[in-house]
Each structure stands twice: as structure tokens, then as C-alpha cells.
């Protein structure tokens, strides 16, 4: 039995990533107005979410990201996007110190990246089994029967 699963009316759009990422160039002083991530990045990101959640078990084939949960999505995108970028700071990661001066680095942060990013793995592991579950449950129930009918404790 085929399992049909409907399409989003609002598929999740990279507009949508960078608004809960907060990516806006009037929100990256640092960055000088710069996006942190391009728009090839969120939709390979996008793409790698779809890729791992058809490979979890029980295993699916959904065709496109419109037929993912767009909160699910998002939660996954962003940990792909918040890992990358976690390792592009630790490869770059310099600490330096000139006289009496404390300090300074440069890209810092790449353990509270890591730590965004398994939350949000976290969050995506569990949604994404759920729904998996639920949809497998829900294609079993409809396709097989014994013939016997069912008296239960609510039927007469």
C-alpha cells in the first residue's frame, strides 16, 4: 500500500531559514551587512535534511523537501548549516596575543555552534521518528484486515 503524503501548502523558503537564523545583514554587525550563509548553502542544507530523513529508519522515499513538516525542516537544516559552520571555525580558529593586551580570537565559537547544532539534531531526530512512525502505523492500519469483525469494549 502506497502511503500518500500531502504536500505543504507553504513550503519552507530560504527567506523563512534566514529570518530564524536570524541571517540578516542588518543583524551581522560583525560581519559588515553580510549574510553568514548563501542561498546555495540553504537549500544544499535543505536538500541533506531530506537525504537523512528518507534514510532513517523505517526508511522512505519522499521525492522533494515540500513533502517534509516545515518545522521539522527547519530544525534539520539548521543543525547542517550550524555543524558546517562550526567546523569552518574550528579549521580557522586562531588565538593570539600581542603585550598586555588579553587574548583575542577569531572564530571563537565553534562549541556553541556545536552546541546549537545538537539541539537542534536533537529535536529533528525525535520529530522526524515520530512522524516516520506515526506513518507507518497509520499505512498499516489501512491496508490489513483478518475479515473478523472487531468487537471491542466501546462497540456493540
Same mark, same amino acid.
Do not use: H
Given at each position: 500500500?502506497?502511503?500518500?503524503?500531502?504536500?505543504?501548502?507553504?513550503?519552507?523558503?530560504?527567506?523563512?531559514?534566514?529570518?530564524?537564523?536570524?541571517?540578516?545583514?542588518?543583524?551581522?554587525?560583525?560581519?559588515?551587512?553580510?549574510?553568514?550563509?548563501?542561498? @546555495?548553502?540553504?537549500?544544499?542544507?535543505?536538500?541533506?535534511?531530506?537525504?537523512? %530523513?528518507?534514510?532513517?529508519?523505517?526508511?522512505?522515499?519522499?521525492?522533494?523537501?515540500?513533502?517534509?513538516?516545515?518545522?521539522?525542516?527547519?530544525? =534539520?537544516?539548521?543543525? *547542517?548549516?550550524?555543524?558546517?559552520?562550526?567546523?569552518?571555525?574550528?579549521?580557522?580558529?586562531? *588565538?593570539?596575543?600581542?603585550?598586555? *593586551?588579553?587574548?583575542?580570537?577569531?572564530?571563537? !565559537?565553534?562549541?556553541?555552534?556545536?552546541?546549537?547544532?545538537?539541539?537542534?539534531? @536533537?529535536?529533528?531526530?525525535?520529530?522526524?521518528?515520530?512522524? !516516520?512512525?506515526?506513518?507507518?502505523?497509520?499505512?498499516? %492500519?489501512?491496508?490489513?484486515?483478518? =475479515? %473478523?469483525?472487531?468487537?471491542?469494549?466501546?462497540?456493540?
Amino acid at each position: 500500500m502506497t502511503v500518500l503524503i500531502p504536500t505543504n501548502k507553504f513550503p519552507l523558503t530560504v527567506e523563512d531559514l534566514r529570518m530564524f537564523l536570524r541571517d540578516l545583514p542588518s543583524k551581522n554587525p560583525l560581519l559588515l551587512g553580510e549574510l553568514e550563509f548563501s542561498d @546555495a548553502d540553504l537549500n544544499r542544507a535543505m536538500q541533506f535534511t531530506l537525504d537523512k %530523513y528518507n534514510a532513517m529508519t523505517p526508511q522512505t522515499n519522499v521525492p522533494a523537501v515540500t513533502y517534509i513538516n516545515r518545522w521539522v525542516l527547519m530544525v =534539520g537544516t539548521c543543525s *547542517i548549516l550550524l555543524r558546517s559552520e562550526g567546523l569552518r571555525q574550528l579549521r580557522n580558529q586562531l *588565538i593570539t596575543q600581542d603585550g598586555n *593586551i588579553a587574548p583575542v580570537g577569531l572564530d571563537e !565559537k565553534q562549541a556553541l555552534y556545536l552546541q546549537w547544532a545538537d539541539n537542534m539534531q @536533537a529535536e529533528f531526530d525525535g520529530l522526524a521518528r515520530q512522524i !516516520k512512525t506515526q506513518n507507518n502505523m497509520e499505512a498499516c %492500519y489501512d491496508g490489513l484486515s483478518s =475479515g %473478523y469483525r472487531y468487537i471491542g469494549r466501546w462497540t456493540a
